[in-house]
């Protein structure tokens, strides 16, 4: 079974910046799709950022681009997410989570798409 790990979640200020790791383990496929994802309280998670394994294309959500970067380590199978000029409004539970390459398929990402999830790590931006 798929494990994996998210971490890296802190309380910044706006302006600041903070990297989430996503380490994953007893991954059966060579070639999958990983993605970030947050969940605000009361609002609907959504996905942030993905990236293929086996491929270049990244995507990104509107509201980050230009400051979240996706990025991975071939070797270890971890994944990083690195935000720069956090705002209030990123202020969320950030997920880490890994499916089948087809979950990199969509326009964007989908949660139902995945089966294995990170704990989740909590970010907050404060003013």
């Known amino acids: 079974q798929v494990q994996v790990a998210d971490s890296g979640g802190d309380a910044v200020q706006v302006g600041g910046s903070l990297r989430l790791s996503c380490a994953a383990s007893?991954?059966?496929?060579?070639?999958?799709?990983a993605a970030w994802f947050r969940q605000a309280p009361g609002k609907e998670r959504e996905g942030v950022a993905r990236?293929?394994?086996?491929?270049?294309?990244?995507y990104y959500a509107d509201s980050v681009k230009g400051r979240f970067t996706i990025a991975q380590d071939d070797a270890e199978n971890t994944f990083y997410l690195q935000m720069n000029n956090l705002q209030t409004e990123d202020t969320a539970m950030y997920y880490c989570?890994?499916?089948?390459?087809?979950?990199?398929?969509?326009?964007?990402?989908?949660?139902?798409?995945?089966?294995?999830w990170g704990q989740g790590t909590q970010v907050t931006v404060s003013s």
């Open positions: 990236l293929s394994t086996g491929g270049s294309n990244k």
């Open positions: 007893k991954v059966p496929w060579r070639v999958y799709c």
């Open positions: 989570a890994l499916d089948l390459t087809a979950a990199c398929a969509t326009s964007a990402p989908i949660p139902v798409d995945y089966r294995n």
